[in-house]
């Protein structure tokens, strides 16, 4: 009972599965009474980025044969020596272990009292395959915008980044 509000951005897909319900209760915990904690996380696979898994794959593809037939190298090679390659290889990614809209209402909805919204319902390929100046990317992001204010739960459920808000009365 000591916090007025909690943020925790892109943090608990970070742990192990069998402590996410754990983070989530220890927010709900801390929290004073009538306050609020909100918590951006990523779904896994949510319907929004399969449905435009093909159009990216197919907008990648023509993209790089354009690319290509006009000599320039493929879109995000990286400009490094052969030295600081080998050193990318052996690099580690980042732990994340992100769960379905199914499993959260299943796991952590029953315990703790959370609201889901959308924070962002499109992913960063989505992003990088669709979104440029000139070709109606600021278009496209007023009309997802616009989708997400009418939508917030659907796409909250559905979109690639749940903000979820937890509410301690």
Do not use: C
């Amino acid at each position: 009972d000591v916090f007025d509000g909690v943020v925790s951005l892109h943090t608990i897909h970070h742990l192990p599965i069998n402590e996410h319900l754990g983070a989530y209760q220890d927010l709900y915990r801390v929290l004073a009474h009538n306050s609020k904690a909100v918590v951006v996380n990523g779904w896994s696979n949510p319907p929004v980025a399969r449905i435009f898994a093909k159009p990216i794959r197919w907008t990648n593809r023509l993209r790089g044969f354009i690319r290509k037939r006009l000599g320039l190298p493929p879109m995000g090679a990286p400009v490094v020596s052969n030295t600081n390659a080998k050193q990318k290889k052996k690099e580690k990614s980042t732990y994340v272990n992100k769960n379905t809209p199914a499993w959260f209402q299943r796991e952590v909805a029953t315990q703790v009292p959370v609201d889901i919204f959308v924070w962002r319902s499109i992913n960063v390929r989505f992003m990088r395959a669709f979104i440029y100046p000139g070709w109606g990317g600021r278009g496209l992001l007023k009309l997802i915008y616009w989708l997400e204010e009418k939508f917030p739960h659907f796409l909250g459920k559905n979109g690639q980044y749940p903000l979820v808000v937890i509410n301690k009365d």
